[in-house]
């Protein structure tokens, strides 16, 4: 027979943890994950701007000094990607990866396209670095430069394959990725999204998505007071 205790923690499972910044886009891809899988989080903020990642305690949670980290239970998993994946398997309802073997390969290679080529290269602190070594506008020709070869390439990927959304006609891991990636481009780095007639359009097609309006930075309890609540 169960015990008391083991019955209590099947019927009551441990809340999932975020470690979040609203501003960060990593932290953003993974509230619309958790969002699309129905999963309830609790929401702690690490304030990038006033260096709190670089807490003793925040390092014990993921040495890199990054946002996002999921707890679950006793299960740490930092970076997005990661947490992402990590979330595919132990919670496969709504899933971001399809089965067809072309179309997952696609939505793997946007994703990585993001994470790796763009992204990392618009991090705060390379582009505080850029502004300390050159200037501040070179630090935006930088983002500018890497946020539009990547959006070039991206748009060329999908030609053929996009739906209502990246890759068809449902939300995959691809427009989990891509969301972010498009609003940082177009609200911090003024990036023209008329050249690439297919991102545009699909990103105002996550503006009526609940998950995606939920993960929102401006929605999120540590944005800024002044930020506009509209996705």
């Known amino acids: 027979m169960a015990s008391a205790s ?20 990593c932290s953003h891809r993974v509230r619309i994950a958790l969002n699309l899988k129905g999963l309830d989080y609790e929401y702690k903020a690490v304030d990038l701007s006033k260096g709190e990642q670089f807490d003793p305690e925040f390092e014990k949670l993921n040495p890199v000094r990054f946002v996002p980290v999921l ?13 992402i994946l990590y979330l595919e398997d132990e919670h496969p309802q709504f899933p971001l990866l399809p089965r067809d073997l072309k179309k997952k390969a696609l ?19 390379v582009l505080n670095f850029i502004e300390e070594k050159i200037s501040s506008d070179e630090k935006v020709a930088w983002a500018q430069r890497h946020t539009n070869n990547g959006f070039t390439a991206i748009e060329k990927l999908l030609e053929g ?32 999204m008329s050249q690439y007639p297919t991102l545009a359009r699909i990103y105002e097609a996550y503006a009526e998505l609940p998950a995606f309006r939920a993960a929102h930075p401006n929605r999120q309890p540590d944005a800024f007071p002044s930020s506009s609540q509209s996705c």
Not at 6 to 25: D, H, I, N
Not at 111 to 122: E, K, R, T
Not at 166 to 189: C, E, N, S
Request: hydrophobic share 45%; glycine share 4%; proline share 4%.
């Open 161 to 192: 394959s996009a739906g209502k959304y990246a890759t068809g006609d449902k939300v995959q891991l691809a427009d989990v990725f891509l969301a972010p990636q498009i609003y940082v481009g177009v609200t911090r780095f003024q990036i023209d």
């Open 107 to 125: 939505n793997l290679q946007v994703a990585n396209i993001i994470s790796s080529s763009i992204q990392p290269l618009q991090m705060l602190s």
């Open 71 to 83: 707890v679950d239970g006793d299960v740490v998993v930092a970076d997005s990607f990661a947490i």
């Open 6 to 25: 083991a019955v209590e923690s099947a019927s009551c499972p441990k809340k999932l943890t975020l470690y979040s910044y609203w501003r960060s886009s």
